[in-house]
Structures are given as C-alpha cells and as structure tokens.
C-alpha cells in the first residue's frame, strides 16, 4: 500500500516536509511542489536532510522547479524531475495520496 | 483511473488552483476520467464569473469552464462554502434575497455529499491546497 | 473491493488561524451519513483542535468546539491524536476535550474515542486507508 506524499511548502518556513518525511514509510514517494522544491537546493539545510532519506523516492515538479530558477546543477542528487504528466503517473502508481498541506 | 480533485485555496492568491489545473489537464491528456472536481475553502472563489484578471495573465474561471466544456467536467462548488464567501447561483440568489448571482458557466453548485461521493467512487482523491 | 471504504480525514492545521479546522469538521459531519468507515487523525497543529476551554467571545467568532464532542452522535469512533504532536507543543491528554461514543456491541457503554498513538503507528494508520482526506 504505497503512498504518494505532496509537500507545498518551503522547508524554510513550515516543518510540512519533516512532518511528511517521519511519517513515510519505505516504498513511499514524496513528490515536493509549489514551495514545497525550495528543499532540493544543493548546500541547503532541507536537502541535506532529503538526502539522508533512505527507501523512499523523491521527486519534484518540474514547473515548480522552473519557475522558481532551480536548474538542475543546483539540484542535490537522486530527486526525480516529473512533469505534470508525471505527477498523474505518480498518482495512479501509488495506492493513495496525502497532500501535506 | 477514475480521479477526484479537490480545490482548497482560491485563485491567484495560492498555487494550489494552478496546480490542480495543471494536474486537471495532464490526467485527462493521459486518457483517465475526471470523476470531478469540487471546490471548497477559498476554493470556491475559483468559481466567480466576475474576475477580470489583466490580459497578460490567465483567466483562472474561464480556463476552469473551458476546460469543463470541452471534457464534459462536472466542477462542483461547495454551497456552505460558497454562501460564506457570496459564490451564488441564481436558485441561491433568490433564496436569499441578493441581487446579483456570479457562477461562471461549467460550475455547479451543491452539497459536500458530493465529495465523500468522489472518495467513493473515484480510485483515487487529490487535494490541493496551502 | 468491499462497498465500504476507509476514510481517513488528516487534521494538521490549529483551528482559528484558517478555516480548515472547521471546514474539515462540516465534512465529517455530512460524510457520516455515507456509511463508510471514518476515523480522523489528528497530528501536528491539529493537536490543537481538540485543546480544551475554548472562548471565542472576545475574537467574535463562532466557537465550533461543541461540535466535536457530538462526533460520537455521528458514530465518529475513531480519533487518533498523535503523542510526538501533543508532547512537542507541551500538551497532554489530559489537556484534550472528551470525545465519546456508545459502543453498540457492548451493551451501549460510553467510551472514549480518543487514541493517542505514536508516530509510527500514525503512518501505518495512514497506509492503512483507503481514501485520506488532508486538511
């Protein structure tokens, strides 16, 4: 019974992305939207901390990446980059969803 | 799939609305069925017919209705939700007295039933919101 | 897969600052009459949701409190309150409203819904619905 997970938030202002990320469970995915892909930029405190999860994939909006200036050689490793067809994907491939809102 | 996508937060204020669309969009690219969309929180305000956002930007209510003509969506407004923030059709406008209604055509206006109706019947419930 | 779905409402957010609170709370209540199978988490500043003693006089809003110690009418039985959540913001159970609800199969007893659990437990009642409604 996998879950999707969504994180909106920057991990700067809010603590949505460790409330998500102690609560996953291994085989989840947490996708990072909106403000939420503020926590994948290399140096940053959140991405250490993404990076020390283990079991459980990571992705990010592509969208919300753009426009927010994050390319990909500011990006940590091991985050997947989906489109919104992505996101759909990543809906129905997982058993339900829980948006941290 | 069947899908059900829950609007929380109103346009131009929160991303959330633009990400539902997005999200709107690509499912039904992918071929599955947009069970429905229901709008509740400030969400609802998703629905007025009066916005008139500049016209270098999007119409978040037109691209709403258009989308719900051209697949047939049923976009579903909260009532509770909507009375609180003056969203009303004409049946509401008369019932209450107002003097005016601002549904945009595509939305629909009804009961909160409509939602656990979608977490039934829809494989899977999206919600976005802030 | 059976009629009957696990709903599962996730409260997160404290009451007054934003609607969710009690916009999450109007749908429990209209989603009772569905007949699925309900219970409600609470964790995070929705822990705050359920802190007793409640005075929105002086703010002049409506205090919606009552309507969670009715839950139990609705045959609302389950309410997790996560203890991480409780003990991070200094609260305890004791600091919580009653929550109660007739056990039919026990001769109508009056018992608390109110379980407090653990972090853990909480993502395994999360993997464990079927539908989750996150407010």
């Known amino acids: 019974m996998a879950l999707l997970h969504t994180v909106n938030k920057s991990p700067y202002e809010r603590n949505t992305l460790e409330s998500c990320l102690n609560h996953v469970q291994e085989g989840d995915t947490v996708l990072l939207i909106e403000d939420g892909v503020y926590a994948v930029i290399k140096g940053g405190r959140a991405a250490d901390v993404l990076a020390s999860v283990k079991g459980v994939k990571i992705a990010a909006l592509s969208a919300d990446l753009k426009a927010r200036g994050i390319t990909a050689d500011k990006m940590i490793d091991g985050v997947e980059v989906v489109d919104y067809g992505g996101f759909v994907d990543l809906v129905t491939s997982n058993d339900k969803v829980q948006a941290w809102l | ?130 | 897969m059976s009629d009957v779905k696990k709903f599962l409402y996730v409260n997160r957010k404290a009451p007054h600052g934003t609607i969710y609170a009690l916009e999450s709370l109007e749908v429990v209540l209209i989603g009772a009459a569905f007949e699925q199978d309900v219970a409600l988490a609470f964790l995070d500043d929705g822990v705050f949701q359920l802190v007793k003693g409640w005075d929105t006089s002086e703010l002049g809003a409506k205090n919606f409190q009552p309507a969670y110690t009715a839950l139990g009418d609705y045959d609302v039985q389950k309410v997790y309150v996560e203890r991480e959540s409780l003990e991070e913001r200094g609260l305890s159970e004791d600091d919580l409203i009653e929550m109660t609800y007739e056990d039919e199969d026990d001769d109508f007893a009056e018992k608390s819904s109110i379980r407090i659990v653990s972090r853990e437990e909480m993502a395994k009642i999360m993997a464990d619905a079927d539908v989750i409604l996150s407010f």
């Not at chain 2, 509770?80 to 209604?101: F, P, S, T």
């Open chain 2, 1 to 130: 799939m069947k899908l059900g996508i829950v609007v929380l937060e109103g346009p131009y204020q929160h991303e959330a609305s633009d990400t539902a669309y997005n999200f709107t969009v690509a499912a039904l690219e992918k071929g599955h069925e947009v069970f429905r969309v229901f709008f509740y929180h400030d969400g609802v305000n998703n629905a007025t017919r009066l916005m008139v956002p500049p016209q270098d930007d999007r119409h978040i209510q037109k691209r709403w209705s258009e989308l719900a003509e051209k697949h047939n969506l049923d976009l579903v407004v909260c009532v509770a939700a909507a009375q609180r923030r003056g969203i009303l059709d004409e049946d509401e406008m008369k019932r209450h007295g107002k003097d005016a209604n601002n549904i945009a055509p595509g939305f629909r206006i009804s009961g909160l039933g409509q939602l656990i109706e979608a977490g039934i019947q829809c494989d899977r419930l999206v919600f976005f919101g802030d």
